[in-house]
């Protein structure tokens, strides 16, 4: 059975990300996120429908999950 290797370890960490909340859009349900660990913020993430409507909040820890494209272009799927 094949493992992963270290390759395959640091994509998953590039496309799944814990970050804090610096700003919201409310009316286009997008907010850019604060990686402490990579020292960046990213451009505006798509908020991820949820059955009941949800908006994050400035300061909030949010779950991220990036295209593995390298373009940085990803969704929030919600709060932590």
Do not use: H
Request: charged residues 20%; aromatic residues 6%.
């Amino acid at each position: 059975m094949a493992g992963f290797g270290n390759t395959d370890i640091q994509e998953l960490k590039d496309i799944v990300r814990i970050g804090q909340v610096s700003k919201v859009n409310a009316g286009e349900m997008t907010a850019r996120v604060q990686i402490p660990d990579q020292g960046i913020v990213t451009g505006d993430l798509r908020i991820v429908k949820q059955q009941q409507p949800w908006i994050p909040t400035v300061g909030q820890w949010v779950l991220c999950i990036f295209k593995p494209d390298g373009e940085g272009d990803g969704f929030i799927i919600g709060g932590i």
